[in-house]
């Protein structure tokens, strides 16, 4: 973990503008922001997935996340917020060490998320359903 800049940012090696720490997470304003006030929320523990996470990290997690969100969209003056959290390079993970955005967002800000939304072909929505449910 020691060239992980969220283990370096945590353990106080590189400086942040912190907003909230417990004992499992810490809070702090995105350097690279989408939005001002754009913040990220991380476990103290480093862990790259967001399955690895404990069940009570993952608790205080997005419990912060709220606490985050409601004060940041009140503090910006921002009628809405994204809270994504990209799990694998494939899915936008750049940082390898488990972290939540928090984004204010306005109408017309510039930023999309470019979804697109496909539709199931003829019996394909049963058997994926069913093995979905099959691993639950």
Known sequence: ?????????????????????????????????????????????????????????????????RRVAAAVAEATESPAFNILQNNGRAAGQIIDHVHIHVIPRRPDDGFSLGWRQLSYGEGELEPLRKAITARL
């Open 1 to 65: 973990m020691g060239e992980c800049i969220f283990c370096k940012i945590i353990a106080g090696e590189i400086p942040a503008a912190r907003l909230i720490e417990t004992d499992k997470v810490v809070s702090f304003l995105d350097i690279n922001p989408v939005n001002p006030g754009h913040a990220l929320i991380v476990p103290k523990r480093h862990v790259t997935s967001f399955l690895d996470l404990h069940q009570n990290e993952l608790h205080v997690l997005m419990f912060i996340a």
